[in-house]
């Protein structure tokens, strides 16, 4: 079973996020271009579950701009 994670994100964070999904064991499987939004992209990414159950939800459900800024104290 596989869990996914779907961001919408500008592209000056596109590093950062990338950098901090993969260390939470995701893999981007999509970058979409938002047309009619300024320079934004949607990240969606999976990671394998092991034994078909979800983890409890803990930490940030949706990466931000805000929550880039706390992490990483812009």
């Given at each position: 079973m596989y869990q996914w994670r779907v961001n919408q994100i500008k592209l000056s964070l596109m590093e950062r996020v990338l950098n901090h999904m993969e260390r939470q064991g995701f893999e981007v499987q999509s970058i979409i271009p938002?047309?009619?939004a300024e320079r934004e992209v949607v990240l969606a990414g999976k990671k394998l579950v092991k034994d078909g159950a979800l983890p409890?939800?803990?930490g940030?459900?949706?990466?931000?701009?805000r929550d880039i800024e706390t992490i990483y104290r812009k």
């Open positions: 938002l047309y009619g409890a939800r803990s940030i459900p949706a990466v931000t701009d």
